[in-house]
Protein backbone atom coordinates (compact mmCIF):
# COMPACT_ATOMS: atom_id res chain seq x y z
CA UNK A 1 0.00 0.00 0.00
CA UNK A 2 1.45 3.63 -0.63
CA UNK A 3 1.22 6.39 1.59
CA UNK A 4 -1.73 7.97 -0.07
CA UNK A 5 -3.95 5.16 0.67
CA UNK A 6 -2.84 5.02 4.22
CA UNK A 7 -4.05 8.76 4.32
CA UNK A 8 -7.53 7.85 2.84
CA UNK A 9 -7.73 4.81 4.64
CA UNK A 10 -6.92 7.51 8.08
CA UNK A 11 -9.59 10.20 6.94
CA UNK A 12 -12.54 6.92 6.03
CA UNK A 13 -12.23 5.79 9.42
CA UNK A 14 -12.43 9.72 11.03
CA UNK A 15 -15.77 9.71 9.29
CA UNK A 16 -16.87 6.27 10.23
CA UNK A 17 -16.85 6.66 13.69
CA UNK A 18 -17.83 10.13 13.68
CA UNK A 19 -21.00 8.44 11.72
CA UNK A 20 -21.42 5.59 13.76
CA UNK A 21 -21.76 7.69 16.74
CA UNK A 22 -23.79 10.50 14.94
CA UNK A 23 -26.37 7.72 13.87
CA UNK A 24 -26.59 5.70 17.23
CA UNK A 25 -27.37 9.40 19.33
CA UNK A 26 -30.33 9.65 16.64
CA UNK A 27 -31.02 6.44 16.83
CA UNK A 28 -31.58 6.97 20.99
CA UNK A 29 -33.62 10.20 20.56
CA UNK A 30 -35.50 8.40 18.48
CA UNK A 31 -35.88 5.65 21.04
CA UNK A 32 -36.76 8.37 23.71
CA UNK A 33 -39.44 10.20 21.96
CA UNK A 34 -41.26 6.62 21.67
CA UNK A 35 -41.14 6.08 24.85
CA UNK A 36 -42.40 9.78 25.37
CA UNK A 37 -45.18 9.30 23.17
CA UNK A 38 -45.94 5.92 24.85
CA UNK A 39 -46.10 7.25 28.51
CA UNK A 40 -48.29 9.88 26.86
CA UNK A 41 -51.02 7.36 26.00
CA UNK A 42 -50.66 6.08 29.01
CA UNK A 43 -51.61 8.83 30.99
CA UNK A 44 -54.16 9.96 28.48
CA UNK A 45 -56.16 6.14 28.85
CA UNK A 46 -56.40 6.68 32.67
CA UNK B 1 -37.89 18.44 25.38
CA UNK B 2 -35.78 21.25 24.94
CA UNK B 3 -36.68 24.87 24.74
CA UNK B 4 -36.75 26.82 21.31
CA UNK B 5 -33.55 29.38 22.19
CA UNK B 6 -31.15 25.91 23.12
CA UNK B 7 -32.50 24.03 19.97
CA UNK B 8 -31.75 27.31 17.55
CA UNK B 9 -28.54 27.23 19.37
CA UNK B 10 -28.04 23.71 19.03
CA UNK B 11 -29.07 23.70 15.10
CA UNK B 12 -26.44 26.92 14.41
CA UNK B 13 -23.45 24.80 16.16
CA UNK B 14 -24.18 21.77 14.23
CA UNK B 15 -24.01 23.99 10.91
CA UNK B 16 -21.00 25.73 12.32
CA UNK B 17 -19.72 22.22 12.56
CA UNK B 18 -20.72 20.99 9.03
CA UNK B 19 -18.99 24.24 7.55
CA UNK B 20 -16.37 23.86 9.69
CA UNK B 21 -15.50 20.44 9.10
CA UNK B 22 -15.36 21.13 5.01
CA UNK B 23 -12.72 23.79 6.18
CA UNK B 24 -10.77 21.44 7.85
CA UNK B 25 -10.60 19.31 4.90
CA UNK B 26 -9.77 22.15 2.86
CA UNK B 27 -6.92 23.23 5.08
CA UNK B 28 -5.39 19.80 5.74
CA UNK B 29 -5.47 18.70 2.12
CA UNK B 30 -4.64 22.10 0.37
CA UNK B 31 -3.45 24.87 2.05
CA UNK B 32 -1.36 22.28 4.27
CA UNK B 33 1.85 22.50 2.88
CA UNK B 34 3.60 18.90 2.16
CA UNK B 35 5.99 17.50 4.76
CA UNK B 36 9.17 16.98 3.70
CA UNK B 37 10.11 13.73 5.19
CA UNK B 38 7.01 12.13 5.62
CA UNK B 39 5.07 13.47 2.61
CA UNK B 40 1.37 13.48 2.48
CA UNK B 41 0.66 11.08 5.15
CA UNK B 42 1.52 13.81 7.24
CA UNK B 43 -1.98 14.86 6.48
CA UNK B 44 -3.07 12.51 8.89
CA UNK B 45 -1.32 14.48 12.19
CA UNK B 46 -4.09 17.48 11.25
CA UNK B 47 -7.21 15.24 12.31
CA UNK B 48 -4.87 12.94 14.70
CA UNK B 49 -3.94 14.99 17.22
CA UNK B 50 -7.04 17.51 17.23
CA UNK B 51 -8.97 14.20 18.26
CA UNK B 52 -6.49 13.41 20.71
CA UNK B 53 -6.20 17.04 22.08
CA UNK B 54 -10.12 17.56 22.07
CA UNK B 55 -10.71 13.65 23.22
CA UNK B 56 -8.24 15.09 26.40
CA UNK B 57 -10.41 18.00 27.09
CA UNK B 58 -13.85 15.85 26.78
CA UNK B 59 -12.42 13.68 29.68
CA UNK B 60 -11.28 16.88 31.46
CA UNK B 61 -15.33 18.00 31.40
CA UNK B 62 -15.85 14.49 32.46
CA UNK B 63 -13.38 15.03 35.77
CA UNK B 64 -14.84 18.68 36.41
CA UNK B 65 -19.05 17.70 36.34
CA UNK B 66 -18.31 14.81 38.33
CA UNK B 67 -16.65 16.71 40.86
CA UNK B 68 -19.12 19.30 40.52
CA UNK B 69 -21.99 15.79 40.87
CA UNK B 70 -20.11 15.02 44.11
CA UNK B 71 -20.39 18.39 45.75
CA UNK B 72 -23.89 19.59 44.49
CA UNK B 73 -25.57 16.63 43.96
CA UNK B 74 -27.61 17.69 40.81
CA UNK B 75 -28.45 15.32 37.77
CA UNK B 76 -27.41 17.72 35.24
CA UNK B 77 -23.55 17.23 36.00
CA UNK B 78 -24.01 13.83 36.29
CA UNK B 79 -25.55 14.10 32.74
CA UNK B 80 -22.79 16.52 31.81
CA UNK B 81 -20.07 14.04 32.87
CA UNK B 82 -22.10 10.95 30.88
CA UNK B 83 -21.90 12.58 27.78
CA UNK B 84 -18.30 14.36 27.64
CA UNK B 85 -17.19 10.99 28.55
CA UNK B 86 -19.09 9.27 25.67
CA UNK B 87 -17.57 11.99 23.67
CA UNK B 88 -14.33 11.42 24.83
CA UNK B 89 -14.40 7.54 23.79
CA UNK B 90 -15.42 8.39 19.90
CA UNK B 91 -12.64 11.18 20.11
CA UNK B 92 -10.27 8.69 21.48
CA UNK B 93 -11.38 5.57 18.74
CA UNK B 94 -10.17 8.06 16.17
CA UNK B 95 -6.61 8.33 17.81
CA UNK B 96 -6.43 4.64 18.38
CA UNK B 97 -7.69 3.93 14.75
CA UNK B 98 -5.28 7.11 12.79
CA UNK B 99 -2.47 6.31 14.96
CA UNK B 100 -1.86 2.83 14.08
CA UNK B 101 -2.94 3.82 10.29
CA UNK B 102 -0.15 6.34 10.14
CA UNK B 103 2.33 4.11 12.00
CA UNK B 104 2.67 1.12 9.59
CA UNK B 105 4.23 3.14 7.02
CA UNK B 106 6.33 5.22 9.44
CA UNK B 107 7.48 2.68 12.13
CA UNK B 108 6.59 -0.17 9.92
CA UNK B 109 4.49 -1.73 12.79
CA UNK B 110 0.69 -0.93 13.15
CA UNK B 111 1.64 -0.99 17.22
CA UNK B 112 4.17 -0.59 19.74
CA UNK B 113 3.96 -0.29 23.88
CA UNK B 114 5.31 2.61 23.76
CA UNK B 115 4.67 4.89 27.04
CA UNK B 116 2.22 7.26 24.99
CA UNK B 117 0.66 4.28 23.27
CA UNK B 118 -0.29 2.38 25.82
CA UNK B 119 -0.95 5.11 28.14
CA UNK B 120 -3.66 6.81 25.36
CA UNK B 121 -5.36 3.03 25.43
CA UNK B 122 -5.88 2.93 29.19
CA UNK B 123 -7.45 5.84 28.90
CA UNK B 124 -9.61 4.59 26.07
CA UNK B 125 -10.26 1.64 28.25
CA UNK B 126 -10.83 2.93 31.61
CA UNK B 127 -13.84 5.48 30.34
CA UNK B 128 -15.35 2.49 28.35
CA UNK B 129 -15.19 0.31 31.66
CA UNK B 130 -16.73 4.20 33.08
CA UNK B 131 -19.69 3.80 30.85
CA UNK B 132 -20.36 0.21 31.18
CA UNK B 133 -20.18 0.02 34.14
CA UNK B 134 -23.06 2.81 34.60
CA UNK B 135 -25.34 0.05 32.77
CA UNK B 136 -25.04 -2.29 35.34
CA UNK B 137 -26.48 -0.08 38.53
CA UNK B 138 -30.24 0.48 38.20
CA UNK B 139 -30.73 3.04 40.88
CA UNK B 140 -30.09 6.48 39.23
CA UNK B 141 -28.33 8.04 42.83
CA UNK B 142 -25.87 5.41 43.47
CA UNK B 143 -25.13 5.07 39.84
CA UNK B 144 -24.16 9.07 39.47
CA UNK B 145 -22.22 9.02 42.83
CA UNK B 146 -20.24 5.43 41.76
CA UNK B 147 -19.91 6.53 38.29
CA UNK B 148 -18.29 10.09 40.18
CA UNK B 149 -15.86 8.49 41.58
CA UNK B 150 -14.50 6.12 38.80
CA UNK B 151 -14.26 8.80 36.87
CA UNK B 152 -12.38 11.00 39.21
CA UNK B 153 -9.70 7.89 39.29
CA UNK B 154 -9.45 7.26 35.35
CA UNK B 155 -9.03 10.69 34.90
CA UNK B 156 -5.47 10.36 36.90
CA UNK B 157 -4.04 8.57 33.51
CA UNK B 158 -4.82 11.64 31.46
CA UNK B 159 -2.26 13.41 32.81
CA UNK B 160 0.17 10.32 32.37
CA UNK B 161 -0.76 10.45 28.17
CA UNK B 162 0.15 13.83 27.67
CA UNK B 163 3.35 13.85 29.60
CA UNK B 164 4.60 10.70 28.47
CA UNK B 165 6.43 12.12 25.34
CA UNK B 166 8.25 14.30 27.82
CA UNK B 167 8.79 11.90 30.37
CA UNK B 168 10.12 9.30 28.73
CA UNK B 169 12.02 7.92 25.82
CA UNK B 170 9.02 6.94 23.24
CA UNK B 171 9.08 6.23 19.98
CA UNK B 172 5.97 8.89 19.29
CA UNK B 173 6.79 11.91 17.76
CA UNK B 174 7.55 14.42 20.00
CA UNK B 175 5.48 17.74 21.54
CA UNK B 176 6.09 19.14 18.19
CA UNK B 177 3.39 21.77 19.49
CA UNK B 178 5.63 23.52 22.03
CA UNK B 179 9.19 22.74 20.69
CA UNK B 180 8.31 24.59 17.69
CA UNK B 181 8.40 21.71 15.99
CA UNK B 182 5.78 22.58 13.48
CA UNK B 183 6.58 24.71 10.19
CA UNK B 184 4.66 27.81 10.67
CA UNK B 185 3.07 27.21 7.38
CA UNK B 186 1.42 24.22 8.80
CA UNK B 187 -0.12 26.26 12.17
CA UNK B 188 -3.18 27.93 10.28
CA UNK B 189 -4.54 23.96 9.10
CA UNK B 190 -3.80 22.58 12.42
CA UNK B 191 -4.93 25.58 14.32
CA UNK B 192 -8.40 25.44 12.41
CA UNK B 193 -8.50 21.52 12.41
CA UNK B 194 -8.04 21.58 16.34
CA UNK B 195 -10.98 24.88 16.74
CA UNK B 196 -13.28 22.62 14.67
CA UNK B 197 -12.98 19.43 16.88
CA UNK B 198 -13.54 21.18 20.21
CA UNK B 199 -16.63 23.24 18.50
CA UNK B 200 -17.53 19.07 17.64
CA UNK B 201 -17.24 18.34 21.28
CA UNK B 202 -19.11 21.19 22.23
CA UNK B 203 -22.16 20.39 19.99
CA UNK B 204 -21.83 16.50 20.81
CA UNK B 205 -21.71 17.11 24.75
CA UNK B 206 -24.68 19.46 24.31
CA UNK B 207 -26.46 16.90 22.41
CA UNK B 208 -25.69 14.00 24.55
CA UNK B 209 -25.95 15.76 28.14
CA UNK B 210 -29.86 17.07 26.85
CA UNK B 211 -30.93 13.55 26.03
CA UNK B 212 -29.65 12.24 29.18
CA UNK B 213 -31.80 15.03 30.99
CA UNK B 214 -34.33 14.00 29.09
CA UNK B 215 -34.14 10.65 29.46
CA UNK B 216 -33.87 11.21 33.55
CA UNK B 217 -36.77 13.29 33.44
CA UNK B 218 -38.95 10.65 31.36
CA UNK B 219 -37.56 8.01 34.23
CA UNK B 220 -38.72 10.24 37.08
CA UNK B 221 -42.15 10.56 35.29
CA UNK B 222 -42.54 6.62 34.86
CA UNK B 223 -41.51 5.88 38.35
CA UNK B 224 -44.11 8.45 39.39
CA UNK B 225 -46.64 6.87 37.05
CA UNK B 226 -46.19 3.33 38.77
CA UNK B 227 -46.06 4.56 42.22
CA UNK B 228 -49.77 6.43 41.19
CA UNK B 229 -51.23 3.18 39.27
Redesign the interface.
Known amino acids: ?N??A??F???V??WV??AI?LFS?HA??RK?RD??RR?RT??ERR | ?KDRGEGTFDAVLGAAVAAGMVLALYMAFLVAPRERT????Q??FY??VP?GITGLTAFAFNFVASVMFLVRRKHRWDALALASAE?GV?LF??VL??GP??A??AWFVWWTWSPRLTSSLVLWMLYVAYLLVRNYVSDPERRAQMSAVFAIVAFADAPIVWFSIRWWRDQHPSPMLETGGLSPAMWPAFAICWAVFQLLMIY?VR??AA?EG??HD?DE??RS?ERSA
Open positions: MTMYLAAYAVILYLRELEVLML | MMGDLRIFHAVMSIVTIWKPLRRLVRLLMA
